[in-house]
């Protein structure tokens, strides 16, 4: 069970805007940690895709933004591509745990 | 280029012990703390813990379930960060990616990672 929740799935078709949620608590999100997105592509490395709740690291695209509010933060994608098709993770810091913390993950499908 | 490179997996009894080497290059290494992740096959990932800087004393923090079992360390000269790991368990099965590191508000996020590195407990 992780710390902090993302639906197991989530689907879209080319060209249209998906969301993933990242549900936390008063001790992770709602205290004000700010959260990291990452994305996995099948068996590689993840790679960082959006840091400190909404900033774009040098190469993603606009069409990747994050936001956050109260214990929960969110990923949006839109004009979704073939490319996207991987899983995505949220990441925060829990301080009643004193651990970096993730969300189980979500496994985007672009149909 | 930013480049972390792991070495040093493979197949081990439990029991055993395994270490782990992370090689780093592209950036000043003395300047990041470096940290440790795992991914069990079909699994989200998991934070191992990771190792400060030489300037914040090269102190360290690990999740609860690998405290006194996994220890992680560096070596500046070589730029290279270690994951020991003894009294391995089947359920240490995993990839373990090491991955720099950065802070914001004194709290992290991993900028660069590594290829990952496959660890199998089997007998």
């Known amino acids: 069970q992780s710390v902090l929740t993302q639906p197991p799935s989530v689907s879209g078709a080319p060209g249209q805007r998906v969301t993933i949620s990242c549900s936390g608590s008063s001790s992770n999100i709602g205290a004000g940690y700010d959260v990291h997105w990452y994305q996995q592509d099948r068996g590689t490395a993840p790679k960082l895709l959006i840091y400190i709740n909404n900033n774009r690291p040098s190469g993603v695209p606009d069409r990747f933004s994050g936001s956050k509010s109260g214990t929960s933060a969110s990923l949006a994608i839109t004009g979704l591509q073939p490319e996207d098709e991987a899983d995505y993770y949220c990441q925060s810091y829990d301080s009643r745990l004193s651990a970096v913390v993730f969300g189980g993950g979500t496994k985007l499908t672009v149909l | 280029e930013v480049q972390l490179v792991e070495s040093g997996g493979g197949l081990v009894q439990p029991g055993r012990s395994l270490r782990l080497s992370c090689a780093a290059s592209g950036f000043r290494f003395g300047d990041y703390a470096m940290s440790w992740f795992r991914q069990a096959p079909g699994k989200g990932l998991e934070w191992v813990g990771f190792?400060?800087?030489?300037?914040?004393?090269?102190?360290?923090e690990y999740a609860a379930s690998v405290v006194g079992r996994l220890t992680i360390s560096r070596d500046d000269s070589k730029n290279i960060a270690y994951l020991q790991m003894n009294g391995l368990k089947t359920e240490d099965t995993a990839v373990y990616y090491c991955?720099?590191?950065?802070?914001?508000?004194?709290?992290?996020?991993?900028?660069?990672w590594g290829q990952g590195n496959m660890v199998t407990v089997s007998s």
């Open positions: 991955a720099r590191t950065e802070y914001y508000s004194h709290f992290p996020f991993f900028d660069y």
């Open positions: 190792v400060r800087n030489l300037a914040y004393g090269a102190t360290t």
